[in-house]
């Protein structure tokens, strides 16, 4: 299987039908994630990708290892916090409104975007009320 670790782009035509593995390493930093105030704590996380190539379908699933940072709710000071979801996706070749399901059409290169199933896994992982420490005083106790 053949990723583009920076644009998060699989080649399709390096897959084999059926079950493809496959584990990347992405340059975290090079990636443009467009989160406000997120960004990569590591420079490096670790893909682990399955991608099931079918006739009617590409369903790729894996988990993404990696830690970024966001600024503490309380203090503003940089948190800490690793990506904890799940990725999953299903993409289709053409679209089926009647089947009801919300699957990605694949583009017409013969390229997979993974991208916004990645960042998804990120944005979901984003603390609610970040904090740096449990008993951080706060902004007004430094």
């Known amino acids: 299987m053949k990723l583009d ?3 998060l782009i699989i080649d399709l035509k390096s897959l084999s039908r059926g079950i493809n593995r496959g584990v990347f390493t992405i340059p975290l930093e090079k990636v443009e994630w467009n989160i406000e105030g997120v960004e990569p704590f590591d420079s490096q996380g670790t893909l682990e990708l399955v991608v099931d190539y079918r ?22 000071e940089p948190t800490r916090f690793s990506i904890t979801e799940d990725i999953y996706r299903e993409y289709a070749w053409s679209p089926d409104p009647a089947s009801g399901e919300q699957r990605e059409v694949i583009s017409q290169s013969g390229e997979l975007d993974i991208f916004d199933a990645l960042r998804e896994a990120v944005l979901l992982s984003i603390p609610g009320k970040p904090l740096c420490s449990p008993d951080c005083a706060g902004i007004c106790y430094d």
């Open 5 to 7: 670790a920076v644009k």
């Open 55 to 76: 006739d009617d379908a590409v369903l790729c699933s894996g988990r993404l290892d990696a830690h970024f940072r966001t600024p503490c709710a309380r203090c503003l």
